[in-house]
């Protein structure tokens, strides 16, 4: 009879090919580091040896420069003289209070509109031919308007990020489950428990997703504004085109980029944390 | 003991006086698509009659299994129970009042269980029972919560959300969902057609526990003939849609408790089962026959 012989000892099951050094993740990294690494070797290559356009800074002087801003933030010489961290919290300060109002507007105005298809059909042209209006062509109305640079920059992130919100919000509520609503139907919940116990909830994943595209044109928009308006990470960057300095144009793109990704990063986490197993 | 099919169509005037929930006549026809733009569109639609005429009478603490075709109109019989669709003609009576709409009196479990997914299982429950009871003190809904979990064998798994548990505990939960409101009626539309069929098996044992323990009326719409042979007392067999009515209703004599093993031993079980599938093997041949000479 063919039995299996038993085996002395642990069984022994062949490992996987890759050894923990050399996993997915690994080669990732490994890939990441060769690649950066290239990118500043030609880079530097080709600047020194000059088949750039003329005055191209270095990847070494860049670098310096990053480490430079980075290390010397917060100085104050004067509006054309000041540390990036300002910068950075000017803009970001202008983000906070435009978005945050842009969605204290959007979700429950998003909601109403989800909740009812008459007032969608209502109010859907006005959605939808102010959503492609570039947000710098509201820059005069608001110069105008408001008279203050400041309130302007705040006004333009406010009519940028307010459009992906309230679209995603109303179609996240007009499209939850109905087998939820159901549920509540037949335990006879009223309209009011029924919207905050089940319609938000239902449509939270699709409301945190149009907040993180909010944030995103948030973000984008703030930079061309500002160089428009003076102080701001968009202001030093068109203070630095007056300058001809690139070397620092270039260290504010890296850190536009950076801290553009740090919020994209909280607000993925927050959608995973609404999901509950339900794919965004 | 031979099979005896109760009424295939029951007179008007022999309405049961002591049923809790009557059906009377009842039509329901989805309106089609006849306004001016689909006419213009040319999606002009016809209208659809899902159930004639059907008539039906279910007393209090009687297992009711309603069996048919597929597509033949028994959701949307169910649903007209639960009030969440309205009757085109005739009535539904629930204990002698015509039903307005949903309410917590019947209790709905859900082919697809519908749980909230954000919410924890214990706080599916504890949704339902705090939205039908307002008033209870937070004590009184704990301890409902808690014995209806219990009841359905989910302790341990209280604090865990629909995705992390199985098909099974899902309908488990959906069960302890509309059990704890204490409904007078349970609905049940295809409450185990998600589940395999080990899962299935389980969750009928478990069921039949469960209303062994309270007795209370249940309606179940299923597709499987073993299913209802195992837990009703009474059979409804519709016909084929459109224009559905109710074909035969049979009584269940089994004694109770049931278990598996031993309704089969039962004398009417093989001619009930026979009766069954004859009956759904000509209601879907002609369902499929329509369906080829449709198209």
């Known amino acids: 009879m063919a039995v299996s012989k038993p085996t002395i000892g642990a069984p022994y099951y062949e490992s996987e090919k890759e050894s923990p050094f050399f996993s997915e993740n690994v080669r990732a990294f490994l890939l990441f580091v060769g690649s950066l690494a290239v990118f500043l070797l030609l880079w ?16 070494t002087k860049t670098l310096e420069e990053l480490w430079w801003w980075i290390t010397h933030p917060f100085f104050n010489n004067g509006p054309n003289d000041l540390g990036i961290g300002w910068n950075l919290l000017i803009s970001l300060r202008r983000v906070a209070i435009g978005y945050t109002l842009a969605s204290l507007v ?20 006005y959605v939808q031919l102010l959503k492609p209006i570039s947000p710098l062509a509201w820059l005069p109305l608001g110069l105008y308007i408001l008279r203050d640079s400041e309130q302007t920059g705040v006004f333009i992130i406010f009519i940028s990020s307010i459009w992906p919100t309230l679209i995603n919000t109303s179609l996240g509520v007009a499209n939850v489950n109905k087998d939820y609503l159901e549920v509540a139907e037949t335990l006879g919940a009223s309209r009011l428990r029924t919207i905050f116990k089940v319609i938000i909830p239902a449509a939270l994943p699709s409301i945190v997703a149009g907040l993180r595209i909010s944030m995103g044109i948030a973000w984008l928009v703030i930079v061309a504004a500002e160089m428009l308006l003076g102080t701001g990470l968009g202001y030093f960057i068109w203070n630095e085109w007056n300058n001809l300095y690139i070397p620092n144009i270039l260290v504010a793109i890296f850190i536009i980029g950076l801290v553009g990704l740090i919020l994209d990063s909280i607000f993925a986490a927050f959608e995973k944390f609404v999901a509950f197993g339900r794919n965004s | 003991m031979s099979v005896v099919p109760v009424n295939s169509v029951t007179p008007a005037d022999t309405y049961s006086p002591t049923a809790q929930l009557s059906l009377r006549n009842v039509t329901k026809v989805f309106h089609g698509k006849k306004d001016l733009f689909s006419q213009l569109a040319g999606k002009r639609t016809k209208d659809f009659v899902a159930i004639e005429d059907i008539s039906l009478d ?9 069996i048919g075709p597929s597509g033949c109109g028994k959701s949307t019989l169910l649903n007209m129970i639960a009030g969440l669709s309205d009757t085109t003609a005739g009535q539904i009576l629930f204990n002698d009042q015509p039903i307005a709409g949903p309410g917590p009196d019947r209790g709905m479990v ?7 997914p954000w919410m924890t299982v214990e706080e599916n429950v504890r949704f339902a029972v705090e939205t039908v ?5 937070a004590k009184q809904v704990n301890r409902t919560v808690k014995e209806h979990i219990q009841l ?6 209280e604090k865990k959300h629909p995705h992390e548990i199985s098909g099974g505990m899902r309908q488990r939960v959906g069960i302890a969902r509309a059990l704890a409101i204490s409904p007078q009626i349970l609905l049940m539309d295809e409450p185990f057609g998600a589940l395999d069929a080990l899962t299935r098996g389980f969750l009928q044992d478990e069921i039949e526990r469960i209303w062994e323990q309270q007795r209370k009326t249940v309606i179940m719409i299923t597709h499987s003939i073993d299913e209802a042979l195992l837990l009703s007392d009474r059979i409804v067999m519709m016909t084929r849609g459109p224009a559905a009515r109710v074909d035969e209703i049979l009584d269940v004599p089994f004694p109770r408790p049931r278990n598996r093993e031993t309704i089969e031993q039962h ?3 093989h001619s009930l089962k026979a009766e069954m599938e004859s009956h759904l093997f000509r209601e879907t041949r002609a369902v499929e026959a329509a369906r080829i000479n449709k198209s």
């Open chain 2, 267 to 269: 004398p009417a079980y």
């Open chain 1, 106 to 125: 959007a979700v429950p105005l998003g909601i109403l509109i989800g909740i009812s298809p008459i007032a969608r059909k209502g109010f859907n042209p």
């Open chain 2, 133 to 137: 009871y307002p008033k209870w003190a």
């Open chain 2, 58 to 66: 279910i007393e209090p603490n009687t297992f009711v299994s309603i």
């Open chain 2, 152 to 157: 359905v064998g989910l302790v341990g798994a």
């Open chain 1, 44 to 59: 530097e290559l080709g600047a020194r040896s000059g088949i750039f356009a003329r005055g191209m800074p270095t990847a």
């Open chain 2, 110 to 116: 859900f082919q697809n269980y519908a749980l909230m």
